[in-house]
């Protein structure tokens, strides 16, 4: 149990203990400044400690903010600060410091507010949370502490929890048609002790369930399926506004939420491709592009997202441009829409499943990914294309990173000349166009397996140097698309049974290890094991696996093959995926919580 140590005279009527026992500590009073020192001593190493002046005024939800937030080993508001294990250190110096300085007096000044200041002279790094209307103060006498107290009786402390559990930046459909009753039902899962992980584990099966039903291929299938994907939608909100409202942040909450999203959407796409199939619709090729498109898309907004994330000199007239429009609101709205993010989409798939076919609910998504891919790809192209920045080998790490090159490529890129002059983009575009090309021009045979291997040469020449160009943000999702789509493009040729499901369940096997990458760098846990993508292969090494097997085997064969590598990469990852995040989980790793782009 976390323990708050109270400094500082009493105060006749507080309600300070009240609302400490409320979230969760243990109270122990102390006398004076040496007191408190002794009672820190005394909280074993492990659990989360926090120093509250006893005179402290405030809104509960401003002491939750202060106190209990686990993403921060240290944070603070007026008059109450905490040290989760990762800070008890240099909690425990600037105390003894303050300590020493006092002469274990009791003093006039909040004691927490005075170590405060002590940790920011040695650099230690405090979060302080945003309070907005809330109130947090230690008043200097009664006149002030009446005051403190009209304020904080002014402010409705819930409203203002519930409208921060909502995501401050977030598509119109999400909202304004889930956001304002979905916060409810998280409040709702709060007070019945309910997690964000169970929410979000009860949102992938009910997607599941809606896959099912869509698989079903009849009409009332079809309904009940969009039904149930925007209950798993609605689902898949609150689990999010859940963690916010109780705080209740964690690394493997971040991966399941993350992890889960790509999960139900493309198990859904399975379920409409088998519902197709058995109205004698064979949509499947749709099915495997609509994942192949969505997935390079993400990979887009990643590489590009890990590229800035700490460039300097920013100076793009279009990022001012972007920066302009969003001081007009009806335009925020309207490109927030325009790149389709998970509300919209879902919303559009729901619909057009109810109403329609499982062909015209995949091309309508295909044409809108493929604008929006379109819309925010230039955009991007452009602020890199106008910006001046220097770029950290952090992000160059990421990037290459993010390019998942193997076995092939790792030593080639060790040997092969520095080529002057010749951007990584270029040698990418290269080599995707030769093995794309082939694949689609010559189908399988030594001619495609040539081509691949000029590919897994060109691939290799693109990572020679860091990824450090104004374009290089390009290269791993180029890598992603020669991938996935040689692998849609030889299945679809097969022209047998099977073939585009396996090649459906080989590219999703593909890209949750890709995405499992990006939620580790996001996560600051860094890339997957060396030993993991050597044994996946690499971008380049399951590229040229799969033209040499549609090279040597027959049609039925090339299925088998691609069955068995699905199975193959999919237990490789997941497995390793999954140890890695519980063991993270359990170690106590930093919580994290994704507030970025919508999805």
Known sequence: MPTAILTGQPVPGSPIESDLRSLGFDVRTAADTGDAETLLATV????????????FVGHPHALRLGLTDPRFPLAAVPGALTAQPAGRQALTRAMARENSAAGGTTLVDSLADRVLIALDTDGAEVYRPELGSLVAAVPA?????????????????????????????DGFFTTHCISPYSRYIARWCARRGLTPNQVTTASLLTALIAAGCAAT??????????VLLIASFVLDCTDGQLARYSLQYSTLGAWLDATFDRAKEYAYYAGLALGAAKGGDDVWALALGAM?????????????????????????????LSDRLDSVGWTVWVRRMVVLPIGERWAMIAVLTALTTPRITFYALLVGCAFAATYTTAGRVLR???????????AAQALADLADSGPLARPLARILPDVPRLPALLWAVAGTALVLLAAWFEGPGLALVLCAAGYVLLSAQAVVRPLKGALDWLVPPLFRAAEYCTVLILAAEAEVNGALPAAFGLVAAVAYHHYDTVYRIRGDAGAPPSWLVRAAGGHEGRTLLVTVLAALLTAEQFTVALTV?????????????????????????PAVHDEGEPA
């Open 44 to 55: 074993p190493g492990d659990e989360r400690v926090a120093l509250v002046d006893a005179r």
């Open 565 to 589: 590598l699905a199975v193959a990469v999919a237990l490789l990852v997941l497995v390793e995926s999954i140890r890695f995040w519980v063991a993270s989980h359990l170690e106590g790793a």
């Open 292 to 320: 192949v498109l969505q997935t390079v898309r993400h990979v887009v907004d990643f590489s590009f997202n890990e590229a800035n994330h700490d460039a300097t000199a920013n100076t793009s007239p279009t990022a001012a």
């Open 217 to 226: 291929g009849t009409r009332a299938g079809f309904v009940a399926a969009g």
């Open 141 to 169: 006498d009664a006149q002030a502490r009446d005051e403190a107290r009209r304020a904080v009786a002014a402010v409705d402390d819930e409203a203002v929890r519930l409208k921060s559990a909502v995501k401050a930046r």
């Open 384 to 394: 890199s294309l106008t910006r001046r920045a220097r770029r950290t080998d952090r």
